[in-house]
């Protein structure tokens, strides 16, 4: 079984300053986190993935997130909002084991203030 | 990257109709696609899993009558919404992988029965 909780339905944040979006998972085995980012009236853009490699993964945009087992935890940051960053994004968990099911977190919608 | 696309992007019809939803894998082979649907302000509820030249496979409480779907070739599945309803008024949108944990997100496609 997998889950995904992501902390905060609705963050607001102003133009430059640094984002945070929480997300904590459960997985019954080693877990592929994935973040992907919708805009209004969009389909998903994929951001970033961890699928047991560095823990801390680079992606689009200049955000970045932290795999920390101990934690089961897997936050998205940004060290500097933009307007254009404001979306919905979602935290995604995939379990190994042959079957790509994976469990989406309920969403974060991020709110950038000029 | 990988390319999924989705077609039409946009549908209207009346009760009573069907409506046909392709997604389309642009440069890659993809032996899995899934079907989500997306809900006002909600997250993805994943339909079904589709493999290529097999039956696809239902969530639970999805009629798979009614939501018809067809995995005929290795860049191609469709959705087909029989007898759509109002209720059936939703954002749909597909994924594709070829076979590792990242799935690959099409944009799309709103219907809207009237």
Request: hydrophobic fraction near 35%; charged fraction near 15%.
């Amino acid at each position: 079984a997998q889950s995904v909780t992501q902390l905060d339905s609705h963050v607001s944040v102003s133009e430059g300053t640094p984002v945070l979006l929480r997300c904590n998972y459960s997985s019954s085995y080693s877990p592929s986190l994935f973040w992907y980012v919708q805009h209004p009236n969009k389909g998903l853009q994929l951001l970033l993935k961890y699928t047991s490699a560095a823990t801390l993964v680079k992606g689009i945009n200049g955000f970045e997130a932290e795999f920390k087992k101990s934690e089961t935890s897997f936050h998205l940051t940004k060290p500097s909002a933009h307007m254009s960053d404001a979306a919905e994004y979602f935290c995604v968990v995939s379990s190994a084991g042959g079957y790509q099911k994976v469990t989406f977190g309920i969403g974060t919608k991020l709110q950038v203030i000029p | 990257g990988a390319v999924v696309s989705q077609h039409p992007s946009w549908v209207i019809c009346k009760s009573g109709t069907s409506v046909k939803i392709e997604c389309r894998s642009l440069d890659f082979q993809a032996t899995t696609m899934f079907w989500y649907r997306q809900f006002p302000k909600q997250s993805l509820m994943l339909m079904a899993t589709s493999n290529e030249g097999s039956k696809a496979t239902y969530e639970q409480g999805v009629e798979k009558d009614k939501f018809l779907i067809n995995h005929a070739s290795l860049t191609l599945s469709t959705l087909t919404v029989t007898s759509a309803h109002p209720e059936d008024s939703s954002f749909y949108i597909c994924s594709a992988t070829g076979g590792r944990e990242t799935q690959y997100f099409g944009p799309g496609t709103r219907l809207l029965v009237l």
